[in-house]
């Protein structure tokens, strides 16, 4: 019982940081193009939590830096064998 209580709280961490991470670049780049999807689901085997962003900017903005593109996928799972995490990123500009 306590093992699920952990990994719980260990999915609901993750499920907020996944949201955090997903809204954050979308305020950041309010004049440019940003596009952010996010899943998840649990149930009595473990949960799942996956979210992909990508952006482009056109470097037009106030602060004399140029434009360029990102691609970032984070996955998280959790079950009653364990928990795994992925994250993949990319950037150029």
Known sequence: MDYMNRV???TVIGFAAAGLALA???AAMA???FHGQ???SAGPNGATSTGTMSGASDGHGDDGH???VFYG???QTAGPNGATSSKVF???G
């Open 90 to 92: 990319s950037a150029a």
């Open 31 to 33: 004049d440019d193009t």
């Open 73 to 75: 996928k984070k996955t």
């Open 24 to 26: 954050a670049p979308a």
């Open 66 to 68: 140029g434009g360029g």
């Open 38 to 40: 996010g899943s998840k």
């Open 8 to 10: 719980h709280r260990i």
